[in-house]
């Protein structure tokens, strides 16, 4: 069993940067894929970033990419997400997710049907 706490959410203006982070418990953590959903009112859940588990391989989303970072310490058990030039349109909460799975080094999955463990979620909302 695996739980996660997700901290760093808040209100941000348009333009601004935040820093999720995620700690989890539970002795695989680094045999995990570590993910991170979002989900707006009156929306899906979708697919913002992954990390895999072996060699930190980095999947982002197109609505994210080149502003999102997600990065893991396996050491400490955490995973975070930075966020840079933040846009209205990235208000929502945000989930951190993990996946038992381990297909490949590089294997993720931006379906969140093919997460295990989820965090409760914390609230980012971007103000234009």
């Known amino acids: 069993q695996v739980q996660l706490v997700e901290s760093g959410g808040g209100l941000v203006q348009a333009g601004g940067s935040l820093r999720l982070s995620c700690a989890a418990s539970g002795r695989s953590f680094s045999s995990y894929v570590m993910g991170w959903f979002r989900q707006a009112p009156g929306k899906e859940r979708e697919f913002v970033a992954a990390i895999s588990w072996s060699r930190g391989s980095r999947y982002y989303a197109d609505s994210v990419k080149g502003r999102f970072t997600i990065s893991r310490d396996n050491a400490k058990n955490t995973v975070a997400l930075q966020m840079n030039s933040l846009k209205p349109e990235d208000t929502a909460v945000y989930y951190c997710?993990?996946?038992?799975?381990?297909?490949?080094?590089?294997?993720?999955?931006?379906?969140?049907?093919?997460?295990?463990?989820w965090g409760q979620g914390t609230q980012i909302t971007v103000s234009s």
């Open positions: 997710a993990a996946d038992r799975a381990s297909y490949s080094s590089t294997y993720y999955s931006s379906s969140w049907t093919s997460y295990d463990y």
